[in-house]
């Protein structure tokens, strides 16, 4: 267990509706990370927040925005979702989120789209 | 932008063999590249990690080399178990306000018994 939580463990919801993931960061971790994992794509950064500021943006779309609140826990926001949305949805946390930072991966939100 | 390329995409190995997986990459100025393992279903986890001022990094049985010439990385395992089994991703990055990381397509190691 690294520590990370995310909720909901899978979610299942149809083309054209909107969804919310949560992240709960390491106790102590100041910077979430989101990452999407799937099959096509493979994994890939999406952004990155710092004590409650983005720091990184990465492969993220438009459709798709994050927030890091006080209490450092995080929110991805999918919207306008797509079949190809589907996707293993990771959240993870670092200490001060340098480059060398070691990441702690969350469990992952599997989202289907159908 | 980067890309990462990984090589091979499967690796079948014998308990007690080597495992080396490679790993290219094309920006000059990425500048630290982390190894991770994905077990089945798992997260993946932080296994080692180099920094481009460094040509060899070793923790136990794992070892990683740069050659930040010929822009490749390379994984290596040696005396492999079938713990050793999942997928391993490398990635390469870069920081600052430019903070990016991008992986490559995975490494799927299967180590028979």
């Known amino acids: 267990d690294s520590g990370v939580t995310q909720t909901p463990k899978h979610l299942i919801t149809a083309t054209g509706q909107r969804v919310t993931l949560r992240c709960s960061p390491r106790s102590g971790d100041l910077s979430v990370y989101w990452y999407q994992q799937s099959l096509d794509q493979g994994l890939q950064f999406l952004i990155q927040?710092?004590?409650?500021?983005?720091?990184a943006k990465g492969n993220i779309l438009e459709r798709f925005s994050a927030q890091q609140f006080p209490d450092l826990h995080s929110e991805l926001n999918l919207s306008s979702l797509e079949l190809g949305d589907s996707a293993l949805y990771f959240c993870?946390?670092?200490?001060?989120?340098?480059?060398?930072?070691?990441?702690?991966f969350g469990p992952g939100t599997r989202l289907t789209v159908l | 932008g980067e890309n990462v390329e990984q090589h091979p995409s499967t690796l079948s190995v014998q308990e007690g063999d080597s495992a080396v997986i490679k790993c290219t990459y094309s920006d000059s100025a990425s500048n630290y590249f982390p190894w991770y393992k994905q077990e089945l279903g798992k997260r993946p986890q932080l296994i080692i990690d180099?920094?481009?001022?460094?040509g060899e990094k070793k923790d136990q049985r794992i070892a990683v080399t740069l050659n930040k010439t010929a822009k490749h990385f390379s994984l290596h395992i040696t005396e492999t178990q079938p713990e050793d089994s999942a997928v391993y991703f490398c990635?390469?990055?870069?920081?600052?306000?430019?903070?990016?990381?991008?992986f490559g397509k995975g490494t799927l190691l299967t180590v028979n018994p």
């Open positions: 180099i920094r481009s001022n460094v």
């Open positions: 927040y710092y004590n409650g500021e983005e720091r």
């Open positions: 990635a390469a990055g870069s920081g600052g306000s430019n903070y990016k990381l991008t």
């Open positions: 993870a946390s670092s200490v001060r989120g340098g480059l060398g930072d070691t990441q702690y």
